[in-house]
């Protein structure tokens, strides 16, 4: 569960990346929605990994 989790919040940042240095204002709104998805699986990550 853990790899999974690492695995789509890499593909969150990159697409990120991708849209927003690739597309700019074309796609606007949702590379901050995967930006912010990219955010909770990462505190996700971090809560889950304390237990």
């Not at 796609?27 to 304390?50: E, F, T």
């Amino acid at each position: 569960m853990r790899d999974l989790v690492s695995l789509i919040i890499v593909i969150l940042i990159i697409g990120w990346l991708v849209g927003f240095f690739g597309f700019g204002e074309a796609v606007g709104s949702l590379i901050h929605i995967l930006l912010v998805l990219a955010v909770i699986g990462i505190l996700y990550r971090l809560a889950v990994g304390r237990r």
